[in-house]
């Protein structure tokens, strides 16, 4: 799969794609009906597929106080797409003269004029352009104006519930890692390259390896029993936690993804890996002391070792 960072990138080999636009946030069940039916359409007509994703999420850059916390960073979601057989992913930098840009210019000047597409597929809820003044019907017009066709997708319901990122935000804000995982079609997971920490899990027993996330929001926090998958492919038993460590008084601005493997002495130093999310256990919290610290890890190995032993991993967990 190809990855072109920026609109200034494109060149002549190109254009005339079959092409869908969206952050796609997770990848979720209906990014996925609607990459398998933009692939079968694009096969017909023999021509390669290229998603528009955006980069930082335009909510990051209009409203940055009420953005959503991110199921996916770009490296995850390039992943996803690869998997779902995406050919060419069209990253655009989202910025505030982006955003002014009004929805018939977004249409004359990239699509027709740098991409000139052969086929456009959207959601019947997509809206575009300076003031969201761009929808459907305006690319329904623009299709027969410049000679492309245009795919309506409906949206994906699970039990009457609509399936998108903000439907698996809220099932992750309640805990109910099941549900997200139907929407998602996986397992919710999160990966990242492992650096050096502050070495307090082993110094108490418990030696973690250490994901920064690079993010103030998650969409999830608190004590998690976890598959990890290393970058052979290998998958390890553990027990991770996000947070920011509060009976250190750190004062962390971003949360971490720390994660101890069960039974395993690993040096995953400068590897990237997954960390699949199983079960929650408890929330993070302030404890007295490094002793009644270690004692509630010990708990929660405990948890997660009983987990394990009436809970075998299975097929669900080819996640990436």
């Not at 690993?266 to 004692?295: D, M, P, T, W």
């Given at each position: 799969m190809r990855l072109i960072r920026g609109i200034y990138n494109l060149r002549a080999e190109h254009r005339g794609y079959a092409l869908t636009i969206g952050n796609f946030d997770g990848v979720h069940r209906g990014h996925q009906a609607l990459l398998t039916k933009l692939r079968r359409a694009g096969n017909k007509r023999k021509i390669p597929v290229m998603v528009m994703l955006f980069e930082p999420h335009p909510l990051e850059v209009l409203n940055l106080t009420n953005a959503p916390a991110r199921l996916t960073r770009l490296h995850e979601k390039l992943c996803y797409l690869q998997k779902a057989g995406v050919d060419t992913v069209l990253c655009v930098r989202f910025t505030q003269s982006f955003s002014s840009c009004s929805a018939r210019d977004f249409i004359n000047g990239v699509l027709v004029n740098k991409l000139r597409i052969k086929l456009l597929a959207v959601g019947d809820d997509f809206e575009f352009g300076a003031g969201r003044d761009g929808n459907f019907r305006l690319l329904q017009k623009a299709s027969i104006d410049y000679g492309f066709d245009i795919l309506n997708t409906q949206t994906l319901l699970e039990h009457?519930?609509?399936?998108?990122?903000?439907?698996?935000?809220?099932?992750?804000?309640?805990?109910?890692?099941?549900?997200?995982?139907?929407?998602?079609?996986?397992?919710?997971?999160?990966?990242?390259?492992?650096?050096?920490?502050?070495?307090?899990?082993?110094?108490?027993g418990f030696p973690t390896a250490n994901i920064p996330l690079f993010r103030v929001l998650t969409p999830i926090e608190g004590v998690y029993i976890v598959c990890v998958k290393g970058e052979e492919r290998q998958v390890f038993f553990g027990v991770a936690n996000i947070g920011t460590q509060p009976t250190l008084n750190l004062q962390r601005a971003r949360k971490q993804l720390e994660v101890?493997?069960?039974?395993?002495?690993?040096?995953?130093?400068?590897?990237?890996?997954?960390?699949?999310?199983?079960?929650?256990?408890?929330?993070?919290?302030?404890?007295?002391?490094?002793?009644?610290?270690?004692?509630?890890?010990?708990?929660?190995?405990?948890?997660?070792?009983?987990?394990?032993?009436?809970?075998?991993?299975?097929?669900?967990?080819?996640?990436?």
């Open positions: 009457n519930q609509r399936i998108s990122s903000t439907s698996i935000r809220a099932a992750l804000s309640k805990d109910n890692l099941s549900l997200a995982a139907i929407l998602l079609g996986r397992p919710f997971s999160m990966s990242g390259r492992v650096i050096y920490g502050d070495s307090l899990g082993r110094s108490i101890h493997l069960l039974d395993m002495s690993l040096n995953l130093y400068g590897q990237y890996i997954e960390v699949i999310f199983l079960h929650k256990i408890r929330n993070e919290k302030r404890f007295s002391s490094l002793f009644a610290l270690k004692e509630q890890i010990k708990r929660d190995v405990m948890d997660a070792r009983y987990f394990f032993d009436h809970n075998k991993p299975n097929d669900s967990l080819n996640t990436t």
